[in-house]
């Protein structure tokens, strides 16, 4: 039934293409039409039970990162938030400030306030970001308006794309993203957009010469596994994975990182042990090619102590 409510929701908050190009303007006019005319003025509750209006108290004069998830959700939604908590760090104390992140829940019926406190305590969600709730109906209608909604997102086994829309309602600027695009570049695309100064010294060439490639385990590693896991530095959303080679076979390694949901749908244990470990964290599918896994494993083993 819950899947069907979040089809109905998706599928009700059918966006138009033209308004879909107005919201993705670049400059700023005068009298813009994204302001209170157009924007609902609903009310939502956040993850601490506390009634806000969307456009009041949540948009009005802001700058804004904003997305759709479901606590249930087993594919994109984990990967999106623990991306965006490392999009979150890496814009430091803006977040709260300068920029404000709000995370709105499709499934209502489910996500009550404290599922969703829960939620955002397990990807160690920092200052500066909800997570709202509200009626069906409200949340279809501000999906709508965002232009974070279509029609082919009812027929995925999300409900829901993975997207994330930056704005600043103010000036009158609005622009779409990946929510799952890698955490550095995401910072970079929301500091250029709004036009904050980076006042921080430019690398060297002998440090650039030292990033990974793009043939290694290393950036596999950093631009897929590092929004949820370290190596050596302790367990994060998911486990440190220093030495998980030694620990595992690598038969079922592979397997595993080629197909995490089908293993926890067979009821493998360990892979069942895993996400009852790990507070109910489903390990993602993060479609990774057979070259991918084996050059991330051979990273892995060199990383072992």
């Given at each position: 039934m819950r899947g069907k409510r979040r089809a109905s929701i998706t599928a009700a908050a059918t966006l138009l293409v033209g308004a879909s190009a107005l919201l993705s303007i670049g400059p700023a006019v005068a009298g813009s039409p994204w302001g209170a005319g157009y924007f609902p003025n609903v009310p939502l509750i956040t993850q601490d039970g506390t009634v806000v209006h969307f456009y009041d108290d949540l948009l009005k004069g802001k700058k804004v990162a904003i997305n759709l998830i479901y606590t249930s959700c087993k594919r994109e939604c984990p990967l999106e938030?623990?991306?965006?908590?490392?999009?979150?760090?890496?814009?430091?104390?803006?977040?709260?400030?300068?920029?404000?992140?709000?995370?709105?829940?499709?499934?209502p019926e489910r996500d009550t306030p404290a599922v969703l406190k829960a939620y955002a305590e397990k990807f160690h969600?920092?200052?500066?970001?909800?997570?709202?709730?509200?009626?069906?109906?409200?949340?279809?209608?501000?999906?709508?308006?965002?232009?974070?909604?279509?029609?082919?997102?009812?027929?995925?086994?999300?409900?829901?794309?993975?997207?994330?829309?930056?704005?600043?309602?103010?000036?009158?600027?609005?622009?779409?993203?990946?929510?799952?695009d890698d955490p550095r570049f995401l910072a970079t695309t929301i500091s250029n957009f709004m036009g904050w100064d980076d006042r921080q010294p430019g690398r060297s060439y002998t440090e650039v010469a030292g990033l990974p490639t793009p043939d290694t385990g290393a950036l596999v590693f950093q631009s897929r596994c590092g929004a949820c896991h370290t190596i050596g530095k302790g367990d994060a959303v998911g486990p440190d994975l220093a030495g998980v080679t030694t620990r595992r076979e690598r038969s079922w390694l592979v397997r595993y990182l080629r197909a995490p949901d089908q293993m926890l749908a067979e009821n493998d244990p360990i892979a069942t042990a895993l996400l009852a470990r790990y507070r109910d964290v489903p390990m993602p599918n993060l479609r990774l090619s057979d070259g991918e896994i084996a050059v991330l494993l051979t990273f892995l083993e060199g990383q072992a102590p």
């Open positions: 938030t623990a991306r965006l908590v490392q999009v979150q760090r890496l814009l430091g104390d803006r977040v709260g400030k300068d920029l404000f992140f709000y995370s709105i829940s499709i499934d969600v920092g200052p500066g970001w909800l997570f709202l709730t509200g009626r069906t109906d409200d949340i279809t209608l501000i999906a709508k308006k965002l232009g974070l909604s279509r029609r082919s997102d009812a027929l995925t086994r999300d409900g829901h794309g993975a997207s994330l829309m930056i704005g600043d309602e103010a000036g009158g600027q609005w622009m779409m993203n990946s929510s799952v």
